[in-house]
Nanobody
Framework: VQLVESGGGSVQAGGSLRLSCTVSGSASRYRRYCMAWFRQAPGKEREGVAAIYTGDDTTYYANSVKGRFTISQDKAKNSMYLQMNSLKPEDTAMHYC?????????????????WGQGTQVTVS
């Protein structure tokens, strides 16, 4: 399984970005597990942002992004998205997509087996 992120960039506070994650490889397996977005700022641990259970679209969010970010998927395109609105400087980080997670609600990077290379989000 390979994951490729796109959509990062630099925006001013209050702006929006939409991240995309395209999955290739064992798509059938991808359909039954958690997928998630994580982020990591310099000097900080990787933290969970949002997760989605691919079986029924149930979503989970970190408290810091609730009401601002929306995670979604498009099974036909083997893709996952993160719509980020009302961005804040503290959202600045490398953002990673992850697949094949076991417990979506935990937003724990230890639960995920496959990772993308990341896309940088910078908010000023």
């Amino acid at each position: 399984v390979q994951l490729v992120e796109s959509g990062g960039g630099s925006v001013q506070a209050g702006g929006s970005l939409r991240l995309s994650c395209t999955v290739s490889g064992s798509a059938s397996r991808y359909r039954r597990y958690c997928m998630a977005w994580f982020r990591q700022a310099p000097g900080k641990e990787r933290e969970g942002v949002a997760a989605i259970y691919t079986g029924d679209d149930t979503t989970y969010y970190a408290n810091s992004v609730k009401g601002r970010f929306t995670i979604s998927q498009d099974k036909a395109k083997n893709s996952m998205y993160l719509q980020m609105n009302s961005l804040k400087p503290e959202d600045t980080a490398m953002h990673y997509c992850a697949a094949d997670g076991r417990v979506c609600s935990r937003l724990d990077p230890e639960d995920y087996y496959y990772w993308g290379q990341g896309t940088q989000v910078t908010v000023s």
